[in-house]
């Protein structure tokens, strides 16, 4: 299993990213996909979930309304588009499979988001 983050950065407040995780080894297609969430001394959270399907998916409280997954089967990739931002979504992020549980011992390296005036 190969997870392989992106696209994170450093913005103000209000302001937007869109992550992005390539995946490999493993099919893809058939596993539920998830974004989450680490700060240094704490758990990481779960943000986002993706069905197989791509339909319906789902966010924690924090990420609803202004967070949105999506994912690409054929590319086995998934995205997470970040939306008015605030210094609480700061943090390095992860992809995974599984909702909202991740199926997988390894992660990759995350991409840091930092918001910030």
């Known amino acids: 299993v190969e997870l392989a983050e992106s696209g994170g950065g450093s913005v103000q407040p209000g302001g937007s990213l869109t992550l992005s995780c390539a995946t490999s080894?493993?099919?893809?297609?058939?596993?539920?996909m998830s974004w989450y969430r680490q700060n240094p001394g704490k758990a990481r959270e779960w943000v986002a979930g993706?069905?197989?399907?791509?339909?319906?998916?789902t966010y924690s409280d924090t990420a609803k309304g202004r967070f949105t997954i999506s994912r690409d089967n054929d590319r086995s990739t998934i995205s997470l588009q970040m939306n008015d931002l605030k210094p609480e979504d700061t943090g390095t992020y992860y992809c995974?499979?599984?909702?909202?549980?991740?199926?997988?011992?390894?992660w990759g390296q995350g991409t840091q988001v930092t918001v910030s005036p």
């Open positions: 995974n499979g599984g909702y909202p549980n991740p199926s997988f011992n390894r």
């Open positions: 993706i069905p197989r399907s791509g339909i319906d998916p």
């Open positions: 080894g493993f099919p893809f297609f058939a596993y539920p």
